[in-house]
């Protein structure tokens, strides 16, 4: 007892061999070993009773811990699904800009060495040979630097910064929410799961026995006050004295400490709390003559005890169904004592049965009063031998490990969200089902279907093609080893699921580092399943796992948001230069105003849309997993939209904007500017909600949205009124300015008329795609007349294949 098993092997001989497989199952319950149904040691494992023998068949890197450490030690290099987006749109955005800035380069020097390009003075900027080098090459720079800067303008430099922002800020803000976050990429990835694999013991139960039902002969008893004085003392006896446990009370008033086995642990608490049970006065007033240790082959302990007045008692406790079969007689709960025959036995039986299939474990006292005269001992006479037949039934407790408060609402929050949920448990299948139920994972009409309830071992046995067929149904899996909760979810990616796993153990920890996510348990996990995981549940709970996946959904949505937004801005800035390049031979929006917008609109745009909190709207929509479009059609609407609307107004000032307000070139060129960038400020408060019509719901609580708005307003006043040269800009009137934010105050009514407009779930592209191959499909039917001149024409079917068409 208390040796650590230092190799994996086999049982030889030996006797009551209990240990404790925590470190491998992740279950604190003790597993018993034998020659017979359980063989099997597993290094790691600590010896909590019992001696054996056995035959050690691997050690060290070949032995279960040795292969288990070996897969979590491998580092991986994996893509988080949002990284694999990012990486496409950013390679599609560089090579649309880059498309386009050599399409305005081609045409700006087209038109510059053809003479079509003019200067201040209204001569031509090159006219031939009476051009000097350093004058082309001003022309030449002037033109290519417009080129570089739409590049520049085109790619998103500000989306890893939104990124960063965003996440850096949910991490922070998960830490109050019992979250705390090891790698930053988890947070957006776990916007994405589409199945999460919890372990049961400590995630969704308490990882605590308790005494959850209390019979006295064949009556339930709700309220322990209800069974008479002698029966009480009759129990303080049976527990308080046949237990390998002890209960220590600190100071008056505070908690019990009480230490021993869980199930130990379990009645104990159960006698202080609920019986009233004293240890400290119990233990002085009995004398322990004889005690029966635990046998994993009888299932039951006993005491021998004498009191102080002479009396001598028996106490057995153990299986039920081992204890019943010993009694004759019963307690009832007015301590009278009644006969137990076939029809008493069979209803005692029965609820035994009723507290097993709900997953109980079943804990039965029997006690006898006996004189001295009536004491056996063993033929060596060294030892006395304890009354085992005719006791009396004192009762029969259940105990389980119960779920924690609020599993079941955060269980069923995550299923309505569209996430599955796999239970993977060490336990066994009974106790996997009951608990399952219990927390709304496995539905009561599907308890009994094979499909959806399975063993580790039969799981492992199956084929790749069963198992890649079958993953998806199972909900719940019994006696897993650590391999097996791997083996699902290799299996669970393969299918193209994003996967998040829970646990706490050092089992847990290969699939912990598998996994899309690993999430491990803050209080009651090992070093090695934090190391392995990206988030650590600081409070050991799983509705603190939903919470989770709410800020994941946050921050993928947030980061939706600013590349709706950011888009916006490049649709727009590109089309305009690509259209006024081509047409005027110039660009409206001058270097240094399109950084400036890039500047503004990407650090503060970014930080602004960052810190958005996440609402219960997102916990109603599916999970985008690992194949659906950063850009979905909702966002290709509202971008388009706000982008068509800005090219348009834009292009009007470009080309008659000097003749509707009445203002000079440069004048005109400002107001283009100014127009612009107000556009994308209002259009920020667009891009709060891509579906809601309402953005402005609960912008009073994000003060640092409207604190940004503010800077950014503020620097646009100063770098069109106070930045002249800088900015090549001129001072605007009141007149035009408002104006400029009467023009831009539309984008508002046009976000709410567009998010009107209803889009297929389809992504936008291959719609487009669709359209343009039916369209090519569609031909004309075919009326071909009888003959020549014949006015009668009759239809007939069209043929794909004209070879095969027959004759007419």
């Given at each position: ?202 995630t969704l139960t308490k990882n605590e026995m308790e005494v959850t039902q209390f019979f006295v002969g064949q009556d339930l008893i709700e309220k322990d006050n209800s ?582």
């Open positions: 007892m208390g040796d650590q098993i230092p190799a994996d092997g086999l049982f030889l001989d030996g006797y009551s061999l209990q240990v404790d497989e925590s470190s491998m199952t992740g279950e604190s319950d003790h597993v018993e070993v034998d020659s017979t149904k359980n063989p099997f040691l597993f290094s790691g494992a600590k010896v909590v009773d019992g001696h054996a023998r056995m035959l050690v068949t691997s050690v060290g890197m070949n032995t279960a811990w040795g292969e288990m450490m070996s897969s979590i030690s491998q580092d991986s290099n994996e893509r988080t699904p949002l990284q694999e987006r990012l990486d496409k749109l950013t390679s599609s955005i560089g090579k649309v800009g880059l498309a386009v800035a050599f399409l305005v380069l081609v045409v700006l020097l087209i038109r510059y060495f053809t003479g079509n390009t003019k200067d201040d003075y209204g001569r031509k900027e090159y006219s031939g040979s009476n051009k000097s080098i350093d004058s082309v090459l001003s022309g030449v720079v002037r033109i290519v630097s417009a080129a570089v800067t739409i590049v520049v303008v085109a790619i998103p430099e500000g989306l890893p910064l939104a990124v960063t922002l965003t996440l850096a800020y949910s991490m922070k803000r998960m830490m109050n929410d019992q979250a705390m976050v090891r790698k930053l990429q988890a947070c957006e990835t776990m916007g994405s799961a589409t199945v999460i694999c919890t372990d049961k013991t400590g069974i008479t004085s002698n029966v009480r003392e009759l129990f303080h006896q049976g527990v308080g004295l046949n237990t390998t446990g002890s209960v220590y009370m600190p100071l008056l008033g505070s908690k019990p400490e009480i230490s021993g086995s869980p199930t130990e642990k379990a009645i104990l608490h159960w006698a202080v709390s609920d019986l009233g049970m004293d240890m400290e006065k119990l233990k002085p007033s009995y004398d322990i003559l004889h005690v029966e240790t635990f046998n994993s082959d009888k299932k039951r302990s006993g005491v021998l005890i004498k009191k102080k007045n002479n009396t001598i008692h028996v106490h057995w406790k153990g299986a039920a169904e081992m204890i019943v079969a010993m009694c004759s007689s019963y307690y009832e709960t007015n301590g009278t004592i009644k006969s137990l025959d076939e029809d008493g036995r069979s209803n005692i039986e029965k609820t035994i049965q009723g507290m097993a299939a709900s997953s109980l474990r079943c804990i039965a006292f029997a006690h006898a009063q006996i004189s001295e005269k009536e004491i056996e001992y063993s033929n060596d006479k060294a030892h006395p031998r304890l009354k085992e037949d005719g006791l009396i039934l004192l009762g029969v407790v259940g105990l389980k490990d119960p779920c924690r408060p609020g599993v079941t609402k955060a269980v069923r929050i995550c299923m309505s969200a569209g996430v599955q949920i796999k239970m993977i448990t060490g336990d066994n299948v009974f106790t996997a089902k009951a608990i399952a139920t219990e927390c709304g994972i496995l539905k009561t009409e599907d308890v009994e279907n094979g499909d959806q309830v399975i063993e580790g071992a039969e799981f492992r046995n199956y084929t790749p093609e069963e198992r890649m067929k079958r993953v998806d149904r199972i909900c719940v899996m019994a006696r897993s080893s650590p391999f097996d909760k791997l083996l699902m979810v290799q299996c669970l990616k393969q299918k193209g699921h994003v996967v998040a796993v829970t646990g706490d153990g050092t089992n847990d920890a290969p699939a912990l580092k598998e996994a899309d996510i690993g999430l491990s348990m803050g209080i009651q996990g090992t070093e090695v399943a934090k190391e392995s995981s990206d988030i650590i549940i600081l409070d050991d709970n799983f509705n603190s796992v939903a919470t989770v996946l709410r800020w994941g959904r946050c921050v993928y949505n947030n980061i939706q948001k600013f590349i709706q937004f950011q888009l916006t801005v490049n649709v727009a800035a590109l089309v305009i230069n690509f259209i006024a390049a081509v047409s005027a031979g110039e660009v409206p929006l001058t270097a240094v105003q399109l950084l400036w917008v890039n500047l503004i609109m990407d650090t503060l745009g970014a930080l602004a849309l960052a810190t958005e909190r996440p609402t219960d709207e997102l916990m109603q929509k599916k999970p985008v997993g690992r194949t659906a479009p950063l850009i979905t059609n909702i966002m290709w609407r509202n971008l388009l939209c706000q982008a068509l609307y800005q090219i348009a107004i834009l292009l009007t000032l470009q080309f008659s904007g000097e003749s509707i307000f009445n203002v000079t070139a440069a004048v005109n060129d400002t107001l283009i500017f100014n127009t612009f960038v107000l556009c994308q400020i209002f259009n920020e408060f667009n891009s709060r909600s891509m579906e809601k019509q309402n953005v402005f719901k609960g912008i009073h609580r994000n003060k640092l949205f409207i604190g940004i708005v503010g800077i950014t307003i503020v620097l646009q006043v100063v770098m069109v009124e106070f930045l002249k040269k800088f900015a090549s800009t001129e001072r605007l009137t009141l007149w035009q300015w408002a104006t400029c934010v009467a023009i831009a105050a539309v984008s508002w009514p046009i976000g709410w008329i567009v998010k009107c407009i209803p889009v297929p779930d389809e992504p936008f592209f291959k719609t487009i795609k669709r359209s343009l191959t039916n369209k090519r499909n569609v031909r004309a039917p075919r009326t071909p007349s009888l003959g020549f001149g014949s006015r009668t024409k009759v239809q007939v079917p069209e043929f794909r294949n004209q070879d095969k068409m027959p004759d007419t």
